[in-house]
């Protein structure tokens, strides 16, 4: 809907919810909504997407997302190295081609727990297909090449001022939400007064972008590996990083540098032949810099204002936990976006968004990455294979190890969740990134996939809405269920089986799932009618805290 404004004479639209910025974030989140039937209007000032390769390493979770936004064949598509290469990564003392490394963030060992295969491609890539998908929804308005100049609130209403990035063009979009996910310098979080928590690490890196056959040729010694850190004891736990963007000739690499250091002053071959441990022909296609911190925001929410993406939070690029993080930030607040504007979510629903999504990143930035640097800054610090061979390969084990440990426990999860439901007595910790990977419903986390005798995986069977699994459950129970579900006008769909095969594994008869895949209540039975209102109550948003 357009119309000028009679004050102004600047073209006036209205959508229901505006989304300021248009990376993989931004129109993630747009996708998620026009699939709900919500009409959103996404602004992105950059026409393309701007070629840098970055966020390459898509988590299996990320491609459950990719599934349910009907992108997931045309992502894998879109892949820059070959499936039957690998995706696998590499952790190395010294240089690349030191004696010692060991395979890290081997991601596949959780495959089990997850309906998709993980993924590696270029954000520039993933971008394209995202923004083809989008294209596809005509809930869906883009103005690629506009840039929100203005954001403001007025009586639950929020307006966003756009302008044509080199261009005369002006115009007012009207919503009744407004996301930002406009990036770490965010305009949104600020213009909203949503003030942020630095933390102590502060390090000037450079990304590099290269092309170099002769690299691929050096590292053919580890088929099936994409990207490979080096550990050197002068950098004090941070990492030089080197990244395929290709199958044997494009690169990127991240490291530290010292202050001051510009394009001009600083041998960028010599760093990266140091890394490598060899020389190697290099043409550099991208000279940048950045700064390694850890942000987030001390709110998500400023009334009818969010944020989500690198607006809400960011960290340095250490075991590809941003674009996922952000990607997921976008899964959560969609649902309920969308459920509050068809009037069956209730306002603790929209709360729950920082509820759980802020604790989260919390802890990936303090128990992953964070705890990451630290543990390589001691170890470098304590052991010298030049000083003790011996208590330095006994230590350089035990690093391997824990990075299978470190897969394992990377399990985010909302246990605390106001919008969960948890049995009566159960222990439920606050939510969090560190958990563990099990075949059980269990509220508050992810649920895993499980076959259905018709053939298909549970994954295949879910609704739009919440679902309820029903597995030897009896009648009355699914019936009670149902009918407080109608009561709230809370969207459900039911699928019944039996209690045989994978479907054991969740260990409950009923299992409620959240649009997201989160569990959100699990049983073998309701303790009594009234309970199945209880649980409806709580996950909705209905109650301030769950029962």
Known sequence: MTADNASTGIPHEKTQVVIVGGGPVGIGLAIELGQRGIHCTLVERHREPQPIPKGQNLTQRTMEHFHFWGAEAALRAARTIPPEYGIGGLTAHGTLLSPYH??????????????????????????????????????????????????????????AEVAETGGEGHRIIEGRYLVGCDGSRSRVRAQAGITQTLSDHDRMMVLLVFRSEGLHQ????????????????ELDGYWKFFGRVDLGSTWFFHAPVPPGTTRDNFDFKRYLHEAVGAEFEVDFQHIGFWDLRFAIADRYRAGPVFIAGDAAHSHPPYGGYGVNTGFEDARNLGWKL???LQGWGGEALLDSYDAERRPVFASTSRDFIARSIEIDRDFLRAHDPA????????????????????????????EGSPVVMHAPGAHAGPCSAVGSHSFRARAGHHLAPAGLRDGRNVFEALGEGY?????????????????AAAAVKLPLTVVRDTADGDRQRYGAALVLVRPDQFVAWAGDGLASPAQAQQVMDTIKGSRATAA
């Open 102 to 159: 060991y395979d890290w963030l081997q991601r596949e060992l959780v495959r089990p727990y997850y309906f998709t295969a993980n993924e590696r491609l270029p954000q520039y890539a993933t971008e394209a297909v995202l923004r083809a998908r989008a294209a596809q929804l005509p809930t869906v308005r883009v103005l690629y090449g506009w840039t929100a100049e203005d954001v403001r609130v007025d009586n639950d209403t929020v307006y």
């Open 218 to 233: 050096l590292l053919s010694r580890y088929p099936g590996k994409s990207y490979y850190n080096v550990l050197q004891p």
């Open 338 to 340: 969308a459920a509050t």
């Open 387 to 414: 000083r003790d061979p011996a208590a330095f390969e006994e230590a350089w084990n035990a690093r391997s190890s824990g990075a299978v440990g470190e897969v394992q426990s990377f399990e985010p999860h909302y």
């Open 467 to 483: 679902t309820l699994l029903a597995f030897g459950a009896s009648d009355a129970d699914v019936a009670a269920l149902v009918e």
